[in-house]
């Protein structure tokens, strides 16, 4: 049996590769973010930071990287990073402008500031401003003491469903109520209503939108409405998560390859690796793994990369996910040829024990980049001394 190293803190760039999963950036433009945030009817999170700011790195490194923040973040918010000195990031910066850093910001969809506050925050502060946001744009109370006073005009009743979508509350009953007065799904009010309705794939309103999928797509666009399909898979597989309900993960991929047969392979791999280490069932989550990666990764270095910094998260500490991450990201470093891809391997090293390996696979990453990176040499030095010490 291999020796597991108690501490994972060994390096700046790894410590928080191995910690728990915390909140996901989007990666894609401000204007891609807007559209994402309407698409999947949620408030977005910006951290608006500056390179120089140590509370923004510390909130970077301690908070954003807690699950129980990630947990929370990832499911009710679009989450977006800006450097707003950076001249790319000027014109975000012009609207939003900011007198210190971190800001922090809530927006909808339009662009509209919900609420922002200023400063580092701690981990419950910062969820507690989420919460915050969700409850200042919840107009879903409102609408249900219409609702209770006998209000079914189907105007208000979709208005009513994306409320409370937008407040992520069961919106089933409503949309199924109005749905079941219906003779013709097809016109173009009756197709958009099917389409906000749609949150989760063990429905039948999910199934009517797949039928219909075509004709929503001419009223909304076929994006919108493969991304409203593809959401309601994902929340199907949370449900899954939440009641460890295996038949449920099932049904998910099952309803996604009848809706979105070209994304079906992809989302399958994804969302089993998620539920396996959800439910902490290691074999079957490496064996997700593996399939993965010989079906859909291979060996493209930078995916490989990833997919092993997912392991390292999942299960730090298990003999048999470390070997299979040793592998990888041996591979990942040979072809890819990155000092990150190779202190990535040194890391694995030292959680299996190696510090031998560690310290030289360290080295060998320092005397690639030279004198290009000394921000990357003092990380290395820094954890070439941890081996030592």
Same mark, same amino acid.
């Given at each position: 049996?291999?020796?597991?190293?108690?501490? $994972?803190?060994?390096?700046?760039?790894?410590?928080?590769?191995?910690?728990?999963?915390?909140?996901?950036?989007?990666?894609?433009?401000?204007?891609? @973010?807007?559209?994402?945030?309407?698409?999947?009817?949620?408030?977005?999170?910006?951290?608006?930071?500056?390179?120089?700011?140590?509370?923004?790195?510390?909130?970077? %490194?301690?908070?954003?990287?807690?699950?129980?923040?990630?947990?929370?973040?990832?499911?009710? /918010?679009?989450?977006?990073?800006? #450097?707003?000195?950076?001249?790319?990031?000027?014109?975000?910066?012009?609207?939003?402008?900011?007198?210190?850093? =971190?800001?922090?910001?809530?927006?909808d969809?339009?662009?509209? $500031?919900?609420q922002?506050?200023?400063?580092? &925050?701690?981990?419950? =502060?910062?969820?507690?401003?989420?919460?915050?946001a969700?409850?200042? @744009? #919840?107009?879903?109370?409102?609408?249900?003491?219409?609702?209770?006073?006998?209000?079914?005009?189907?105007?208000?009743?979709?208005?009513?469903?994306?409320?409370?979508?937008?407040?992520?509350?069961?919106?089933?009953?409503?949309?199924?109520?109005?749905?079941?007065?219906?003779?013709?799904?097809?016109?173009?009010?009756n197709?958009?209503?099917?389409?906000?309705?749609?949150?989760?794939?063990?429905?039948?309103?999910?199934?009517?939108?797949?039928?219909?999928?075509?004709? %929503?797509?001419?009223?909304?666009?076929? #994006?919108v409405?493969?991304?409203?399909?593809?959401?309601?898979?994902?929340? @199907?597989?949370?449900?899954?998560?939440?009641?460890?309900?295996?038949?449920?993960?099932?049904?998910?991929?099952t309803?996604?390859?009848?809706?979105? =047969?070209?994304?079906?392979?992809?989302?399958?791999?994804?969302?089993?690796?998620?539920?396996?280490?959800?439910?902490k069932?290691?074999?079957?989550?490496?064996?997700?793994?593996?399939t /993965?990666?010989?079906?859909?990764?291979?060996?493209?270095?930078?995916?490989?990369?990833? $997919?092993?910094?997912?392991?390292?998260?999942? /299960?730090?500490?298990?003999?048999?996910?470390l070997?299979?991450?040793?592998?990888?990201?041996?591979?990942?470093?040979d072809?890819?040829?990155?000092?990150?891809?190779?202190?990535?391997?040194?890391?694995?090293?030292?959680? &299996?024990?190696?510090?031998?390996?560690?310290?030289?696979?360290?080295e060998?990453?320092?005397?690639?980049?030279?004198?290009? #990176?000394?921000?990357?040499?003092?990380?290395?030095?820094?954890?070439?001394?941890? $081996?030592?010490?």
């Open positions: 049996m291999k020796k597991i190293i108690a501490t $994972l803190s060994f390096a700046l760039f790894l410590t928080h590769i191995i910690s728990a999963q915390g909140i996901e950036f989007f990666h894609g433009t401000w204007q891609e @973010t807007l559209a994402k945030a309407k698409a999947e009817n949620k408030l977005i999170f910006v951290d608006a930071f500056a390179s120089w700011c140590g509370p923004c790195k510390n909130m970077a %490194a301690n908070v954003f990287t807690q699950a129980k923040v990630g947990s929370y973040f990832n499911d009710n /918010f679009i989450n977006y990073k800006v #450097d707003m000195e950076k001249p790319e990031n000027s014109e975000f910066a012009g609207k939003y402008p900011v007198s210190a850093y =971190p800001t922090l910001m809530m927006l969809a339009t662009g509209k $500031l919900v922002k506050v200023v400063g580092g &925050q701690q981990a419950d =502060p910062l969820i507690e401003f989420g919460k915050k969700l409850l200042k @744009t #919840d107009k879903s109370v409102d609408f249900e003491l219409t609702y209770n006073e006998g209000n079914r005009e189907p105007k208000f009743l979709y208005e009513y469903v994306k409320a409370l979508n937008l407040a992520g509350k069961p919106s089933l009953k409503i949309t199924n109520e109005y749905l079941n007065t219906q003779t013709d799904l097809t016109s173009d009010f197709l958009r209503f099917l389409l906000e309705g749609t949150v989760e794939a063990d429905s039948r309103v999910f199934d009517l939108l797949v039928k219909n999928q075509t004709k %929503a797509g001419a009223v909304v666009g076929a #994006d409405v493969k991304t409203r399909l593809e959401n309601a898979c994902k929340n @199907t597989v949370k449900k899954a998560i939440d009641f460890k309900n295996e038949a449920l993960l099932e049904e998910a991929k309803k996604m390859r009848t809706a979105l =047969p070209e994304r079906a392979d992809a989302f399958g791999y994804d969302v089993d690796m998620k539920y396996y280490a959800a439910i069932d290691i074999k079957k989550y490496l064996k997700s793994a593996q /993965f990666q010989k079906n859909e990764i291979k060996n493209n270095s930078a995916k490989l990369h990833d $997919l092993v910094i997912t392991l390292l998260r999942a /299960f730090p500490e298990d003999d048999a996910v070997d299979q991450a040793e592998k990888w990201a041996k591979t990942a470093s072809n890819g040829g990155l000092a990150e891809y190779t202190m990535t391997l040194a890391g694995i090293y030292k959680l &299996q024990g190696e510090k031998a390996k560690a310290k030289a696979t360290a060998k990453a320092r005397d690639a980049i030279g004198e290009k #990176d000394n921000g990357m040499k003092d990380k290395i030095n820094a954890f070439i001394q941890s $081996l030592e010490g």
